[in-house]
Structure formats: structure tokens, C-alpha cells
């Protein structure tokens, strides 16, 4: 299996099993949904994380190798994650929100209350994501790409 397909298949399980379980924690602990409601949708939501799994992956990637997150600690590291956190995912929630017909300022309350879960959520999800990197390597074999950054013992 080659290295891309490797990360695609580790980032795309990453995202949808960790929102998966989040997501629904949130729904049902947070705003009250009943377990089948959150459940469809966490459904509905598969096909969306599926599409930018892999991109935020490189994203990430990308921001990490930039901010030279090897040369810095626990700090660097989490700053970078809620960073490409924020950066790549409060637009895709614009599109969703706006696409339900949301007002502007409805989008941007809900934009603002977005960001205060995705910086919570930006460093377990980057460890997790990551983890899930080293079993499909593993699993299929292969080293991580170069433009991956390893994460040391976070």
C-alpha cells in the first residue's frame, strides 16, 4: 500500500471514529440530544469528515512542518494543533451552517461557540490522528511519509 493511500485510509478512520465519540458526547451531555437524534447525526456527518479527513491531514502537516513543531515542545506542539484546528475547520463549518439558510450573525455565534470545542478538541485529536498513522503503518507497512510529523510522546 502506497504511503498516500496509507495516511488517507489512517486519517479518514481518525476523524470519523474521534468525531464519531465526541460529537455524540457533546450532542447528548451538552445540548441535550437523545442518542438516537445524536446518532443520525453522527451518521449524517460521515460522508463530511470522510471528504476532508485526508486535506486537513495535509493541512496540518503542512502547518506543523512550517511552524517547525520539532523544535519546540508541548507548547509549540498544541499551539500548532489548535491552530490548524481552527484555521481548516471553522470555514467548512461556515459552509454547513450556511447552508441550513443561517442569518450572519446566527453563523457567527455559532462560529464562536465552534472554536471553543475545536480548541479543546485540536491536540487529542492530532495525538489520536497520529496514532492512527503508526497502526496503519503497522497493519500495511511503510515508514510515515516525510511531510508527516512524528509525534514524540505527547
Avoid at 18 to 39: K, N, T
Avoid at 44 to 65: E, H, M
Avoid at 109 to 115: F, P, V
Avoid at 126 to 141: D, E, L, S, W
Wanted: include cysteine; hydrophobic fraction near 50%.
Amino acid at each position: 500500500m502506497t504511503t498516500k493511500r496509507r495516511e488517507t485510509l489512517a486519517d479518514t478512520f481518525a476523524m470519523i471514529t474521534f468525531f464519531m465519540v465526541a460529537g455524540m458526547a457533546i450532542e447528548i451531555g451538552l445540548s441535550g440530544l437523545s442518542f438516537e437524534q445524536s446518532l443520525q447525526s453522527r451518521l449524517l456527518s460521515i460522508p463530511v469528515n470522510a471528504a476532508i479527513a485526508r486535506p486537513y491531514g495535509v493541512f496540518r502537516d503542512w502547518l506543523l512542518r512550517v511552524g517547525r513543531v520539532e523544535e519546540g515542545g508541548f507548547f509549540r506542539r498544541l499551539f500548532l494543533d489548535v491552530v490548524a484546528f481552527v484555521l481548516f475547520q471553522i470555514p467548512v463549518y461556515i459552509l454547513l451552517v450556511a447552508s441550513t439558510g443561517a442569518s450572519v450573525s446566527q453563523i457567527v455565534t455559532a462560529c464562536i461557540g465552534q472554536i471553543g470545542g475545536l480548541v479543546f478538541l485540536a491536540r487529542p485529536y492530532g495525538v489520536y490522528m497520529q496514532y492512527c498513522r503508526k497502526i496503519a503503518i503497522r497493519c500495511f507497512g511503510g515508514t510515515l511519509a516525510p511531510v508527516t510529523i512524528q509525534e514524540r510522546s505527547a
